[in-house]
């Protein structure tokens, strides 16, 4: 077993230091995750702003399962105020052809409200999203 032997060294420093390392590990494990925009392909032509109306199919996952996916494909004005803040981040700057991987903290998505019944509060989302076609607004 092990055996920790006090050393004289001062209780409240050792008090400290174990405070620290407790609140440390607080913070990481409630820390929310980051926002990732990984690209599996590069489209062709010009990218998407949010100024744009998009064509895209996705797949939508929660904790590696999927929970919902484009039939066909789906057309949205980027800066819809419905859309979530991961989409706009992360559709734009996309190439027609091109295809991303979105891991959406709660904060880019439906945040501490989730979107029920599909979407629990606190929730961090995976998109695989496929760009098939980009159009200006008039």
Same mark, same amino acid.
């Given at each position: 077993? %092990? +055996? ?5 060294? %001062? /209780? ?9 390392? &407790? ?11 980051? #926002? ?14 949010? /100024? %744009?109306?998009?064509? +895209? %199919? ?5 904790? =590696?399962?999927? #929970?919902?996916?484009? +039939? ?6 980027? =800066? ?15 190439? &027609?052809?091109?295809?991303? &991987? ?12 989730? /979107? ?10 995976? #998109?695989?999203?496929?760009? +098939? ?6």
């Amino acid at each position: 077993p %092990n +055996v920790i032997r006090y050393d004289g060294t %001062n /209780l409240e420093v050792i008090r400290e230091t174990i405070q620290k390392v &407790v609140d440390r590990a607080s913070f990481e494990y409630f820390a929310e995750p980051k #926002f990732q925009i990984t690209d599996k392909r590069i489209g062709i032509g010009e990218p998407a702003t949010l /100024l %744009n109306r998009v064509s +895209v %199919n996705y797949i939508a996952m929660l904790d =590696n399962r999927i #929970f919902d996916r484009s +039939v066909k494909p789906l057309t949205i004005v980027l =800066n819809d105020p419905a859309i979530i803040q991961g989409w706009k981040d992360g559709i734009v700057g996309m190439k &027609v052809g091109g295809t991303r &991987v979105l891991v959406v903290p709660p904060s880019l998505a439906y945040g501490e409200k989730g /979107l029920k019944p599909m979407i629990p509060p606190h929730a961090t989302l995976t #998109f695989e999203i496929e760009l +098939v076609g980009i159009s200006t607004l008039r």
